[in-house]
């Protein structure tokens, strides 16, 4: 019997895209479940999208669906015909499948936030205060993964504090929005500490942040997995706090795409972390 996967072809579609590490990953699930399907790298430029959509919506594209990645993540949402819940909310899609000719999608970047907290330090969600430092496009997914787990009080913080209050006004009433220089006093009593600005990826513009006023016990995370050790990780750790890098996310959120596209659910292993930090020192 043919197996059916074998023709099966899915994508990651942004523009740039040379830097994406995605067919790296997909590609080594393919390998190790030997299924003959593929996953390429399509760069779309913004006035293109709408077209790559359509093609993939008639299937004359050829593909069962894939990752949207910057700058196109909010026009995948608007313009695919069943976005879920989850991605409505966060007004951004980043997985797209073809089911019954209709394009779907959802967003997976909280998914994989949450699924490399939970493998690299279980209970890590048993706090009530989480402070999310950042309000960029990474932010959004996080804080609703973070309010949705359960921790009652969000506090975003942000060079922009409007940007924080954006995110606050969008999800909800336990979400509070702070500027930068509220940090320390924001930090005191919280449980969890989330950078996800930009700030210590590629060992630039880095910020001197004391993490002493966490209750002891809190966990702090940088979802920067470029160093994987960040400045802040770093200093967490001197100060005595359990951390996690961020490139489990990376390869967490790519789970749920390989599983909707070539039918095996694949797992996040040694291997796989192993065989990026490799391509991440190729091209340091
Ligand atoms: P973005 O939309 O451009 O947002 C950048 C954020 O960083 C904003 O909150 C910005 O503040 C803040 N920022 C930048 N420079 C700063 C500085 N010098 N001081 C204080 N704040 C500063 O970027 P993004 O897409 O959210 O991505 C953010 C980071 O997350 C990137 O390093 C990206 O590689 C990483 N990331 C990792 C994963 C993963 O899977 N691990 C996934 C997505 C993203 P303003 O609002 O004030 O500009």
Known sequence: MVDSRETRRAFVCGHPIRHSRSPLIHGHWLEQFGIAGRYT???????????????????????????VTIPHKEAACRLVDTPDELAK?????????????????????GYGFTANLDACHPGWDKGLRAVI??????????????????????????RTVARAQELADRFGPKIFAHPQGALGEVMRGADLFVNTTSVGMDGENAIDIDFTPLVSGAVVTDIVYVPLMTPMLIKAQAQGFAIVDGLGMLLHQAVPGFEKWFGR???????????IVADMERHA
Do not use: M, Y
């Open 89 to 109: 909310e966060l007004g951004a899609a980043n997985t797209l499948w073809v089911e019954d000719g209709k394009v779907r999608a959802t967003n997976t970047d």
């Open 265 to 275: 659910r694949p797992a996040v292993d040694e291997a796989l972390r192993a065989l």
């Open 41 to 67: 790298a399509e760069d779309v430029a913004p006035e293109n999208f709408a077209g790559f959509i359509e093609g993939l919506r008639s299937g004359e594209a050829g593909f069962v669906g894939g990752n």
């Open 133 to 158: 430092f950042g309000a960029g496009g990474a932010a959004r997914a996080i804080v609703q993964a973070v309010r949705d787990r359960g921790f009652s009080e969000v506090h975003i913080v942000n």
